[in-house]
């Protein structure tokens, strides 16, 4: 584990699990106050979105102790004491899984770059010989 990533998970353990002010916090840990929302990660409500099915969190604690909740896929905004809990025989996930990557958009993405660092370096030595002409 990076220092960053220690960094990161101890921001998260005093912003979540003790109510020690931002400012506090920041102190203790020697970073700025942007650096600390850096690195506030979304805490789980433990629900499930009624717009699309996915797990549903809280921003921040403000957001925590008013129960509004945010849909991490759809963005829905819910209150969290209309939200459905987990069922253990729901169909739907409660973390959405990634879409899978799609092979020809990487070819393509793959194919532009070396294509455009093709013309770059063309571009490049025709420069390059028309400055060592005129010399």
């Keep these: 584990m990076t220092d960053e990533e220690r960094l990161a998970r101890e921001v998260n353990r005093l912003y979540w699990?003790?109510?020690t002010s931002v400012a506090d916090i920041a102190d203790q840990l020697d970073i700025s106050r942007r650096a600390l929302y850096d690195a506030i990660e979304t805490a789980?409500?433990?629900l499930l979105c009624p717009e699309c099915?996915?797990?549903l969190g809280y921003r921040n604690r403000t957001s925590r102790a008013r129960g509004d909740a945010e849909c991490e896929v759809c963005g829905a905004e819910v209150d969290a004491?209309?939200?459905?809990a987990p069922d253990a025989g729901q169909?739907?996930?409660a973390t959405p899984a990634r879409p899978p990557l799609d092979p020809d958009a990487l070819d393509a993405g793959r194919t532009l770059l070396i294509g455009g660092a093709l013309l770059t370096g063309v571009a490049i030595g025709a420069?390059?010989?028309?400055?060592?002409?005129?010399?």
């Excluded at 004491?81 to 459905?84: E, G, I, R, S, T």
């Excluded at 420069?127 to 010399?135: A, E, F, I, N, T």
């Design 17 to 19: 699990g003790t109510d």
């Design 44 to 46: 789980p409500a433990h």
């Design 53 to 55: 099915g996915a797990a």
């Design 81 to 84: 004491d209309a939200a459905p």
């Design 91 to 93: 169909a739907k996930p």
């Design 127 to 135: 420069l390059v010989g028309l400055v060592g002409r005129r010399s």
